[in-house]
Structure formats: C-alpha cells, structure tokens
C-alpha cells in the first residue's frame, strides 16, 4: 500500500450556482494512493494549507495501517516548492460530537503539536451487513505549531483545514 498527498498552485475560477469563486493564487491539495487493503480499514487524518507570510504551506498528518509508522508514513509539510518529513502522530478526540469538540495530534518528541476544531460536519454511516462504514470527514479550524525536518517550524493558527475519522468493513 502507497499513500501520498500532494500540493499544487492553482489558478482559475469556480462557478457554483449563480456565484463565481475567483481562485487566483489558490491552493489544492491531492491524494494519490493505492494497495491491496486489509477487510478492515481505519484510520485518523487531518491536512490543511494557507498562504502565510509570503509562503505557500500545508501539511498532512495521518495514523493509518501501515506496517511500520515510524518509517512508512505520509506525514508531511510543504513550504512553496520543499517537502520536509513529521514523524508518526496520535489523535486524541475530546468532547466529540459536541460544540467544544476537538483533536489533538501530536507526535512524542514535540515537532507536531496541534489542534483541530471541527465547525462543519461530513459525516456519512453505513450499516449493509458485508459493508460496514463510520466516516466522519468535518471541515474546521487548526491551530499549532509543526517543525517539519528540513523546513523552518511555522504555524498554522488559524487556518481552516479537514480531517477524517474512518471505519470500513468490507
């Protein structure tokens, strides 16, 4: 199994209804990933990115399935061009589903250090017997501080991101 995201600059317009959205100097992040999936999938995630300070940035923090965390793993950060690694995180949720609700990830050694309020629900269940589904996908706000390996640390105070709180049996 691979999992990856990507970000990228973009540039044009998006037409919703009636309204028009001009994304000049905008940001979009992708996920590319593929793998023989086990019959149970879980994981946690949470990804954002801002233009700050002069600088296109984002991150992606995942705890997923995979093997071997510590040394395959898809968390990161991007600061215009550059990539620099995190390390294996921990969510911790509080209050979920209620108005406080939020998710600390963290990492043991202090370079990730972060905090997800969750202000837009995407939640979506699924009970058919063979498929068993509990995704929770809110849109929020983030706050906190990453120092990325070979990125200067930056923080993400209040920039507005999405996570994923995933259960599937199929």
Not at 5 to 10: R, S
Not at 27 to 45: F, I, Q, S
Not at 84 to 104: A, I, K, Y
Request: net charge negative; glycine share 10%; charged share 25%.
């Amino acid at each position: 199994m691979y999992s990856h995201k990507g970000m990228f600059p973009v540039t044009g317009e998006l037409a919703v209804g009636e309204r028009t959205f001009d994304l000049t100097d905008a940001l979009a992040m992708l996920d590319d990933h593929k793998g023989y999936y086990p019959y149970v999938m879980r994981w946690d995630w949470v990804a954002g990115c801002a233009r700050a300070d002069g600088h296109a940035r984002g991150f992606n923090l995942t705890h997923n399935q995979c093997r071997d965390p510590d040394r395959f793993n898809e968390n990161c950060a991007w600061e215009d061009d550059r990539i620099g690694l995190l390390p294996t995180v921990t969510f911790v949720r509080e209050h979920v589903r209620e108005r406080d609700e939020r998710w600390l990830i963290k990492d043991r050694d202090g370079r990730v250090d972060l905090v997800f309020t969750p202000t837009v629900p995407g939640d979506f269940a699924l009970n058919a017997l063979v498929i068993h589904s509990k995704y929770r996908g809110p849109y929020g706000n983030l706050a906190g501080k990453l120092a990325p390996e070979g990125i200067a640390p930056f923080s993400v105070d209040g920039w507005f991101g999405m996570g994923e709180d995933f259960y599937l049996r199929c």
